[in-house]
């Protein structure tokens, strides 16, 4: 079973930076929280890991709570190509990730 | 650079027919995987490798079959096809344990009648 809980669906106006917050109270000390999305029906796609430290990379943000049960992934200035299903993973390395029901996000015009 | 490429996009079998999904990637990546998605519903996980000879399952792992004789390949196999294996289906490929995120391929729509 997934060990995380994604709101199931968010809107965000263009523009706007999207927050997309992810629960994963019972992640391990060793375990890594990654972010994937899916566009439409393509395959789905990486965006950012981090493991205690924030993370930053060209497509986002990843702000990961001091205590680890949760986390945030961050896209600066959505556009309407940001309109997918984002799924929040806690996997302890990258060799058996498990996906969960994800957050279906909307960018509004 | 291809990446990880599916064939076939598209097939529709008939209960009890057979066929293999095929996957490959030439990034020269350890770790491949095959997934599934039924409509409306997140991936789950049929089977994956760790490198060639070595396959292990996943969260849905009845009523297929895989194999991987070399590090680019990592077929796909249905036997007896079902309607509950009317779904699509997602290869993906990674460099090793060290996070690098997974690449996918476009995926196979399958259906089953």
């Known amino acids: 079973d997934a060990k995380t809980t994604q709101p199931p669906s968010m809107d965000c106006a263009e523009g706007r930076a999207a927050n997309l917050p992810c629960n994963h109270s019972?992640?391990?000390?060793?375990?890594?929280v990654y972010w994937y999305r899916q566009i439409h029906s393509q395959g789905p796609q990486y965006i950012i890991h981090?493991?205690?430290n924030n993370e930053t990379n060209e497509m986002a943000s990843l702000i990961i709570t001091e205590d680890r049960k949760s986390s945030t992934l961050i896209l600066p200035h959505a556009t309407l190509r940001d309109t997918a299903v984002y799924y929040c993973?806690?996997?302890?390395?990258?060799?058996?990730?498990?996906f969960g029901k994800g957050t279906r996000l909307h960018i509004l015009p | 650079n291809a990446g990880v490429t599916q064939t076939p996009k598209f097939r529709i079998l008939k209960i009890g027919q057979s066929m293999t999904l095929q996957c490959a990637q030439d990034m020269n990546h350890n770790y491949m995987y095959w997934y599934r998605q039924d409509p409306g519903m997140g991936l789950k996980l049929i089977y994956y490798s760790v490198g060639a000879g070595i396959t292990d399952k996943g969260e849905v792992p009845n009523g297929y079959n895989v194999s991987r004789s070399t590090t680019e390949d990592f077929p796909l196999r249905l036997e007896l096809a079902a309607p509950s294996q009317t779904s699509v289906y997602f290869c993906?490929?990674?460099?090793?344990?060290?996070?690098?995120?997974?690449?996918f391929g476009s995926g196979t729509r399958l259906t089953v009648v």
């Open positions: 019972t992640i391990s000390g060793n375990e890594y």
């Open positions: 993906a490929s990674s460099k090793d344990v060290s996070n690098y995120g997974y690449t």
């Open positions: 993973i806690v996997s302890f390395r990258d060799d058996k990730i498990i």
């Open positions: 981090g493991l205690k």
